[in-house]
DNA sequence: CCAATACTTGCACAATGACGCAAGTACGCA
DNA sequence: TGCGTACTTGCGTCATTGTGCAAGTATTGG
């Protein structure tokens, strides 16, 4: 994650976000070409060991989890567990529900099966093959669209 | 990425490695459950949007293309492209070959492809179904395997 | 062997991110 | 309304990472 600069300060308690944003939706990166599906924000989300063991803990447990329960997984701050959830619910892992005092987090199973599923047929898509591409000259260039 | 810590003081250019280390086997991720194919460094390689950006640009490219030709697709220093590449060899996303003075990078295409399909079909195993899970209580306890 | 091309690596720096602690907020129940 | 439980957020700290510049190494051709 390098570009991305949120700086804002945080607003007064009042108009404070309370319920998180709606989860971005995954769907819209499901339907593109390779480029749209590669979404750095998606991956930064899965590049942490910790929230990737919270993940993998989430999945398992059917029912969504609590902070608390998740905080069990491993050993860090509750605090730290709270902040890795929310990052990755507004990444779109994750969906977040309010249940009385408890917040339950679940993964969003059938978004991200789809998003990876997407993601190895544009890989397929753009597999070489006899011919050759038209982009070889210059990747800056030509049909190649990477840019 | 937080507790990689690699703090080694570079070896000397004589037993410097010149050779990239052979690239993991992406396929020993694509078998086990859940937790095994959530691998951080895979996720953190594919983490940085230029990094991304150079990947689409090589999958796009049919043949391997080239440090300086991949350089074209964004606006960083050719060192810094090169570095890029190289990680993301080390991380299994590209295989790099030397061709007399050039080297070409190209995607892992089936590799990356199988492993996103697998790990498609892990969170769809992963789905609750109508059978309460059984580690519920507590995600560090019981049944729960992802810790 | 020298020069040119094509990368790679050392170094310094700014920005980012993960973390813990302490304080703040939300919700349910007396 | 006051209290306890369950999270969330502010803040400071420290390590990691992305980047550019300059220097170093590899490979080919003269």
Known sequence: MTQVRK???????????RSPPANPTLASRTTGPLDALLDPALFAALSDPTRLRLVACIAKCGRGCTVGETAACCAVDLSVVSRHLALLARAGILTAAREGRVVRYIVRYDALATLFRSLAD????CR?????????????????DAR
């Open 122 to 125: 544009a890989l397929d898509h």
């Open 128 to 144: 070489p093959t006899d011919i050759a591409c038209a982009c070889n000259a210059d990747c800056a260039e030509g049909t190649c």
């Open 7 to 17: 700086r804002s300060k945080a607003p007064p308690p009042s108009q404070r976000r």
